[in-house]
């Protein structure tokens, strides 16, 4: 009967890194300015080096934002505030984020969602003043809109990411069009309901979900 293609974004059809370094920059900039009082531009260069190596452990990309700060600490040692960063290296954010993660979010008293809308407000800014720069800071992986544009399966996007960056992507940067009833982004329900809820529905009847 065919095939149905449920595909994560971030990390399988893009590499986002580099666009999600530069945003979680610019929004920890806007939640924490005092804290790059002072940080020149070859500072915030490190970070976003240092954000390539850490990226494997983000799910949800306002999580970017938490480790921009936390690298800022490690750095910075007279502006910690965490008990977590003194000594702190990259191998150990990657061994022990689960653990960090919840410790620095209760000690910086930040609040999930509030940072989830940040960095969506943020990404929208710079697409609205600079749609080409936020462009060019992704890219798709080689073959991925060939693979897209010409595939006989039924195609579905089950990201984390806001639904509305993924579009932006496929359209724009892929020239790939996936109709906005087969996009699931961030706030749509966990990965593993989602694929259940792809898997149950009577037009996927005889499909095999992949």
Excluded at 9 to 24: R, W
Excluded at 25 to 33: E, I, L, Q, S
Excluded at 43 to 61: A, N
Excluded at 132 to 149: C, E, H, M, Q, T
Aim: charge should be negative; aromatic fraction near 10%; hydrophobic fraction near 40%.
């Amino acid at each position: 009967m065919g095939d149905l293609y449920a595909l994560d974004f971030d990390g399988i059809l893009c590499d986002s890194c580099g666009e999600s370094s530069l945003s979680a920059v610019k929004a920890a900039k806007v939640r924490w300015p005092s804290l790059f009082e002072g940080v020149d531009s070859s500072s915030e260069e490190w970070i976003v080096d240092q954000m390539h190596l850490v990226r494997p452990v983000v799910e949800t990309g306002y999580e970017n934002v938490l480790l921009v700060r936390l690298l800022l600490e490690i750095k910075f040692p007279s502006i910690r505030k965490s008990s977590v960063s003194e000594g702190l290296v990259v191998n150990q954010i990657l061994e022990n984020w689960a653990g960090i993660k919840p410790v620095i979010m209760a000690e910086w008293d930040e609040d999930k969602e509030a940072l989830i809308d940040l960095f969506g407000e943020i990404r929208d800014e710079w697409i609205e003043n600079d749609f080409a720069s936020w462009i060019s800071a992704n890219r798709f992986y080689p073959g991925v809109p060939d693979a897209l544009k010409f595939s006989s399966s039924k195609i579905y996007i089950v990201t984390t990411k806001q639904s509305r960056f993924a579009d932006a992507l496929l359209r724009n940067l892929a020239g790939v069009t996936v109709p906005p009833e087969r996009i699931y982004g961030l706030g749509t329900g966990p990965k593993v309901e989602v694929l259940k809820q792809l898997q149950d529905m009577p037009e996927h009847k005889g499909l095999t979900l992949q």
